[in-house]
């Protein structure tokens, strides 16, 4: 089974701080979301990634920055965290190439409030 | 662009009674289909899946959905509820699985 590993479940931190959340997945998988999820909203894609130092923006990429230096590992980063981020993230992985058959496969999401 | 919409936010239902969410969807050609299940503080774990064929899929747990082209429609069942099966269900829609866009998701309340 795919392993989709998001390093934090719960995140408390101050506005204008950097945060960063860390995801891995053990299944060699080129293509890694993230996405955070709203009530009333379902979830949204803020950024992906097809390889190793490759991202795209996603629908709502305002305020948040990505990095993938390895092909396992997918952080999100907020340069500046504002309260308006509260929310809940998620991180989804899936094999690269033309792939319609595969779907994403979801770690257990971060809860992240700032104060 | 794709785009989702499950039209009820909450329902609930007695442990025993059959169940239908709905989905309908917005795209020009036929879309990859998908519904997740998120339990509380868990992440999404896909149910079932339709890309092309028989539009009745099966998917884990007992739960089935059918796709009708003609109302945009992929709406998910289950004939008879247990109380594990409350959570928030999630339909999704896109061109391929690399670019998929999500309902805002049904919460389902089980009564005893």
């Known amino acids: 089974d795919v392993k989709v590993t998001q390093s934090s479940r719960y995140l408390v931190k101050r506005t204008g701080e950097k945060v960063f959340l860390e995801c891995v997945q053990d299944m060699d998988h080129e293509n890694m979301f993230w996405y955070r999820q709203d009530p009333g909203l379902g979830l949204r894609l803020i950024y992906f990634?097809?390889?190793?130092?490759?991202?795209e923006k996603g629908d709502i990429p305002e305020g948040y920055s990505v990095s993938r230096e390895k092909k396992e590992r997918f952080s999100l980063i907020l340069e500046s965290a504002s309260t308006n981020q509260t929310s809940m993230y998620l991180c989804?992985?899936?094999?690269?190439?033309?792939?319609?058959?595969?779907?994403?496969?979801f770690g257990d999401g971060t809860r992240l409030s700032i104060l | 662009a794709q785009s989702v919409t499950q039209p009820d936010i909450h329902i609930t239902v007695s442990e025993g009674a059959s169940l239908e969410l709905r989905c309908n969807y917005s795209?020009?050609?036929?879309?990859?289909l998908f519904w997740y299940v998120q339990s509380p503080g868990q992440g999404l774990q896909l149910l079932l899946k339709y890309f092309s064929g028989d539009t009745l899929v099966q998917g884990i747990k007992g739960f089935e959905a059918e796709f009708k082209r003609s109302q945009s429609s992929f709406n998910l069942r289950k004939p008879s509820v247990h109380w594990s099966d409350a959570a928030e269900y999630f339909c999704a829609v896109g061109p391929t699985t690399n670019d998929m866009r999500f309902g805002a998701g049904t919460r389902l309340t089980v009564k005893p």
């Open positions: 990634s097809y390889d190793v130092k490759m991202k």
């Open positions: 795209y020009g050609a036929t879309p990859y």
């Open positions: 989804a992985s899936i094999p690269g190439g033309y792939s319609p058959n595969q779907p994403q496969h």
